[in-house]
């Protein structure tokens, strides 16, 4: 969804010439914070109707069951390795973080929510790390915020039905 166009040769070499790219100051660092967390909330907003998990963590799912069950936060990187051995893919068991886990459902919305908090978190990422934000950094954080317009807006137009189909009624 935010695939990254080719870049012209000549905005390669003016990356290239300024390798710390524009700088950010505290106060414009949390703007964008506080509107990376709305758009966030938006697409959480989205698994939440459609009946995923909306907390941030990591998920797993049984091979029996539509369901993801959090792993929980205070497991070690060990332990959640531990849990994987103890169920390998193989067997149907799932694990994802919580942007992934609608980044292969059927529901467009859940796709189009799943990318958009796979997007904040790069971008959370680099203010975190102190990363230098690029050109194409700027470029996502304006598709987000496009994308952020039409998700809320789509989301003041939604009803509270939801539709089955008819053999499922």
Sequence with gaps: MFRRPPRPRRAVEEADSNPVGPSLTPDTSD?????????DAAARAVYAFHGLPSIPGHYRQAP????????????????????????PLNQGWR???????GQRSTIPDVRYASALMSACQGLRLRLETGMALSAQDLADAIRLGAAWRRLTEAGQSRSDLIFTAPDEG
Excluded: N, T
């Excluded at 369901?67 to 332990?79: F, T």
């Excluded at 694990?95 to 886990?101: D, G, H, I, K, P």
């Design 95 to 101: 694990y994802a973080s919580l942007e992934q886990l």
């Design 31 to 39: 703007d964008l914070r506080v509107l990376l967390d709305e758009v």
């Design 64 to 87: 029996d069951s539509d369901a993801w069950e959090p792993l929980g936060a205070a497991l070690s990187p060990a332990e959640k390795w531990a849990l994987l051995d103890q169920h």
